[in-house]
């Protein structure tokens, strides 16, 4: 059976999510690059694959796959002692709403955010804007008013136990970041302790920690 | 204890989808209306349910969630074995189903959402659309259904020949687009995407909730 091949990009955010799911389940997986700058997700080849012309997309011996969540479910399931995706109906109802409230109240704003703030600490030749970066973070601070209320009740978004659904904050939960400190910024905030808890739990896993320079194929585990 | 169903009385948005899904799973339930206009969902009695302060959310025999997207799985899990299965079991069927629930997440819906706000909820509130946001976000949605096109012209429904839950996502927002004369939908240009448009506006669970409207089944 071949190795799983990652299709993407070495810093790309989407490519940097899916690879963070692969090493939590141990997975081992090969890297391919797509050649963004130059349009190579545009040809004509690629949107055959993937007619959005986005990355990343997975070739899991010869089952294709793209949309960086259905990525990383597909992976969680065929991995299912991991408990990243909970199988029991209520536990796996909580898990799937603590994902959709990742994909509509923390998404949408930190993105945006997200996006403009690693381009301007990447050095990237990409134009960025302050308003847009601010008025995304002030969105995200009242949605973490929420999450604090949650977070307060549960260690993690889904119950007890790290899910999907907390891995899918990664990597933008840490990229809205850079508009602050280590000691203070949207998500570790002293006003927001059990946020701040959650977040630094997040970002101490050895999957965040494997790819700070980027996606690398890995092979052994 | 049968379900509660809570949400605003209006077959549409989050509340719409959640509602075909009960529809489509024969489940019974007790609809509980949530006033928007007077910010019901902002009390701190219905924030108890979503803390978020949006509909819909169900409680279920006191297990209580929140996110449309969320509840119709759980339902479509509840009550397995009977009415149309809306997420398959098999692993690449579901990652298919997967696939496709998160394009309408991620790409058609942003930009949805920003044109549902200018042509539908503004006007409600007395005020002008913008008319560069409505043209901006029209030709992203356009753009995205040349790419459905495609899918489209492989088998009848987003994920695979059945009808599953990427296309029950669908008929939250799109509606309004067309109650407001947007014929985005039946563009002639885009044949596959009129024959699925009008397959699922055809559906006789989703005829019955328009006319009907957010009903308890007991």
Known sequence: MAILKLHGGKQATCTRRVATVLHELQVPFELIEVDVANGAHKSPEYLKIQPFGQIPYIDDDGFLLYETRAICR???????????????????????????????????????????????????????????????LETLEKKLDAYEAILSKQRYLAGETITLADI???????????????????????????VARWYKQLISRPSWLAYLDGVTTTTAY | MVLKFYASPFPVAGGGIVALALAEKQAAFDFVPIDLKTKEQKTAEYMALNPFGKVPAINDDGFVMY??????????????????????????ERALVEQAVSVESMTLFPP????????????????????????????????????????????????????????????????????????????????NVARWWNELMSRPTWVKLQAEGMKSTV
């Open chain 1, 74 to 136: 597909y992976i969680a399931a065929k991995y299912p002692e991991y408990g990243l995706i909970p199988t029991e109906p209520k536990a796996n109802a909580l898990f799937e709403q603590a994902a959709s409230v990742e994909l509509t109240n923390f998404d949408p704003s930190a993105s945006k955010a997200g996006l403009q703030l690693w381009i301007r600490k990447m050095g990237y030749p990409f134009p960025t804007d302050d308003k847009i970066i601010a008025d995304n």
């Open chain 2, 112 to 191: 949805l959402d920003k044109v549902v706000w200018e042509v539908v909820v503004k006007p409600e509130r007395g005020l002008a659309p913008d008319q560069a946001i409505v043209g901006k976000g029209l030709k992203e949605i356009s753009d995205t259904l040349d790419v459905y096109e495609g899918i489209l012209g492989k088998h009848r429904y987003l994920a695979g020949d059945d009808f599953t839950l990427a296309d029950l996502v669908h008929c939250g927002y799109l509606p309004f687009l067309v109650e407001k004369g947007v014929d985005i939908m039946t563009a002639k240009e885009r044949p």
């Open chain 2, 67 to 92: 996110e449309s997207r969320a509840i119709c799985r759980y339902v479509d899990e509840k009550f397995a074995g009977q009415g149309t299965t809306l997420v398959p079991k098999g692993t690449k």
């Open chain 1, 168 to 194: 899918f904050h990664l990597p933008y939960g840490v990229f809205v970041t850079y508009a602050g400190s280590e000691s203070d910024s949207v998500m570790n905030r002293a006003s927001r302790p059990n």
